[in-house]
C-alpha cells in the first residue's frame, strides 16, 4: 500500500488567498483525521471523518477552515482567506475500524502564508 | 481541555545509554496511550501503544503505564545515534478514535 498521501508537500501563499490541502487515506480505513503541528502548540486534532462524515469539527480554528471528504478516498482541507498565523504543517492520517487503534500519518504539507 | 503533558526538553544522553521519556494526562478514564516517534521534517510513526498498568517490552523499548499516577513512560534501552527525534505522547480520547497530542520531547544521543 502506498500509504496517506497528502499533497501539495509544500505551499507558500500570500495572505487572504484560498489554500487548499489534499489527502487521500489508506484504502479500507473507515476514520480521517486532520491535525495541524506547530512549534507553540504542538500537534491539534483540527477535524476527523467516520465513513466521510465528519464526526467532530471541535478543533477547527475558525470559519476559515473547511473540511470535506466526497468519498472514501479523498478529502480537502481549505482555508480562506489564509493568514500568516496559519503557517503550520498540515497531517492527514488514517486508521481503520477493527484491530488496532494504530493511526497512520501522511508526510505532511507544509504551509507557509506570507 | 484535556491535557498531555511532556517535558519538551532536549534530553541528552550518551550512546548505549537508557533514555527515559515521561508523560501525565489529566483525563482519569484515559484507557489507551501511544508513543509515537517523529524525525525531524518527518510524520510521526507509532513505536508503542500500552493498555494496562505495568510494563510492555517491544525490543528496545518498554513502555510503562501507572493509570492510579496518570502517568506513561518510554525507556529506550541501548539509545542509538538513529533514536535521536522528538517522542510524542498520545492518549486515546473519549470517542475512542481521535487522538489528543503531548507536544513531545526531543531525545538527542550522543555518540
Known amino acids: 500500500d502506498a500509504g496517506v498521501i497528502q499533497s501539495p508537500r509544500h505551499e507558500v501563499t500570500e495572505m487572504g488567498q484560498e489554500v487548499t490541502l489534499r489527502c487521500k487515506p489508506i484504502?479500507?480505513?473507515?476514520?480521517l483525521f486532520w491535525y495541524r503541528q506547530t512549534m507553540m502548540r504542538g500537534l491539534e486534532l483540527l477535524i476527523y471523518?467516520?465513513?466521510?462524515?465528519?464526526?467532530?469539527d471541535s478543533g477547527m480554528p475558525e470559519d476559515r477552515f473547511s473540511a470535506k471528504m466526497p468519498n472514501a478516498s479523498f478529502s480537502t482541507l481549505k482555508i480562506q482567506p489564509s493568514e500568516p498565523r496559519d503557517s503550520a504543517v498540515y497531517f492527514c492520517?488514517?486508521?481503520?475500524?477493527?484491530?488496532?487503534?494504530?493511526?497512520?500519518f501522511g508526510p505532511g504539507t507544509r504551509l507557509l502564508v506570507l | 481541555q484535556k491535557e498531555v503533558e511532556q517535558n519538551s526538553g532536549p534530553l541528552s544522553v550518551p550512546e548505549g545509554a537508557i533514555a527515559s521519556l515521561n508523560c501525565t494526562y489529566s483525563?482519569?478514564?484515559?484507557?489507551?496511550f501511544f508513543w509515537y516517534r517523529q524525525y525531524s521534517g518527518k510524520s510521526p510513526e507509532l513505536i508503542m501503544s500500552?493498555?494496562?498498568?505495568g510494563d510492555k517490552e517491544d525490543g528496545r523499548f518498554t513502555a510503562q503505564l501507572n493509570k492510579a499516577s496518570q502517568y506513561v513512560s518510554l525507556l529506550i534501552r541501548d539509545s542509538q545515534p538513529s533514536d535521536s527525534a522528538t517522542y510524542l505522547c498520545?492518549?486515546?480520547?473519549?470517542?475512542?478514535?481521535?487522538?489528543?497530542f503531548g507536544k513531545g520531547t526531543s531525545l538527542l544521543v550522543t555518540p
Open positions: 498520545a492518549v486515546l480520547t473519549d470517542s475512542g478514535y481521535a487522538l489528543n
Open positions: 483525563d482519569r478514564v484515559s484507557q489507551s
Open positions: 500500552i493498555y494496562s498498568n
Open positions: 492520517a488514517s486508521r481503520s475500524e477493527g484491530g488496532q487503534e494504530t493511526q497512520y
Open positions: 484504502s479500507g480505513h473507515d476514520y
Open positions: 471523518f467516520n465513513n466521510n462524515v465528519p464526526i467532530d
